[in-house]
């Protein structure tokens, strides 16, 4: 196992040099585009990795599987899902395009970042503290590491330059298609991308989601089985953004990504695979990382379509 991760992770180093890490939020500009590592936490809980594997990044929009989560724990899925739909989007995360050109104008699906917002909106807390503590509760309770925390420079630069994300916001509101602070869901928003974790955290992460929605390294349960299904098939049709077809030819199994860099797959009924690799691709998924998650499939057998 430790052989095929490294064997993976050395195929993965290969295209690294054709990535660039994201500069779009300044302080993730910082990230060392040679760093790579993978790991796997099958649903018994033994965890194995390879490469740059105490390399942290920012999870950004892997944290969106944990605030959609949390909404399905809290509110009907028929509420949720009358907000926001569940189709692929073909276009880039941060699109508005089609918010405008539709009506009714509801994001296309939870993982872009318009329907991440609008997800937000739906959880019924008193104000950003408390939303950012139960979305950071939910992913210590995925990863079974209670050490998770924001990083505050992070979640500030991005919120010092967020005007996409903004502008997405407010036409949410502007077309009553979201209710609330808009600055108040946009600062949840931008901390709880900024959470820091490790490959390991996200392998984990991925096996609570392969294993029904039961975190395998302390058993608790932290979504139910329709939850987890949910959440596992939005990964696979939608987790990789306009990019998500390409990786379900390739790797085959759910997965999400995030502008950090990292990864987290999930296979269902065996295993968490999940990669960190800052060099990122034209649709903002980290490069190496495909390449690996494509090797690691195939040698080990992972692919469920
Ligand atoms: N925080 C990032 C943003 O909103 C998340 C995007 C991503 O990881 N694809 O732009």
């Known amino acids: 196992m430790e052989r095929i991760l490294e064997e993976a992770v050395r195929s993965g180093r290969g295209v690294l ?6 500069t779009y939020i300044p302080e993730l500009a910082k990230s060392d585009p040679a760093a790579l590592a993978a790991a796997c936490c099958g649903i018994d809980g033994s965890i194995r990795s390879a490469g740059d594997t105490a390399t942290r990044i920012t999870v950004q929009s892997i944290s969106k599987m944990a605030s959609l989560g949390l909404a399905l724990n809290i509110c009907r899925e028929d509420l949720v899902f009358s907000r926001v739909g569940v189709e692929p989007s073909a276009d880039p ?30 959880l019924p807390f008193r104000d950003s503290n408390e939303r950012l503590e139960a979305v950071l509760g939910v992913m210590k309770k995925m990863s079974g590491n209670n050490h998770m925390s924001v990083n505050e420079a992070v979640a500030a630069s991005e919120r010092n330059t967020s005007d996409r994300n903004r502008s997405l916001g407010y036409f949410l509101r502007s077309v009553e298609a979201m209710e609330g602070n808009v600055e108040n869901i946009l600062d949840t928003y931008f901390r709880q991308c900024a959470i820091e974790c490790t490959v390991r955290d996200l392998a984990v992460m991925g096996a609570t989601l392969a294993s029904g929605g039961v975190n395998p390294l ?30 379900a030819v390739r790797v085959g199994f759910p997965a999400k990504s995030g502008v950090g860099g990292g990864i987290m797959g999930s296979v269902p009924g065996r295993a968490g695979v999940a990669v960190v690799g800052p060099a990122l691709d034209a649709r903002g998924n980290s490069i190496g990382g495909i390449r690996t998650l494509e090797i690691l499939s195939e040698k080990l057998s992972l692919r469920v379509l």
């Open 93 to 122: 995360f941060n699109s508005i395009m089609r918010l405008e050109m539709r009506a009714p104008h509801r994001p296309q699906n939870p993982l872009i970042n318009s329907g991440a917002i609008l997800v937000l909106s739906l």
């Open 218 to 247: 302390n058993g608790d349960r932290v979504f139910s089985s329709r939850t987890s299904i949910i959440l596992r098939a939005l990964m696979q049709t939608c987790g990789l953004y306009d990019g998500s077809g390409d990786f």
């Open 17 to 22: 040099r054709e990535g660039t890490v994201a």
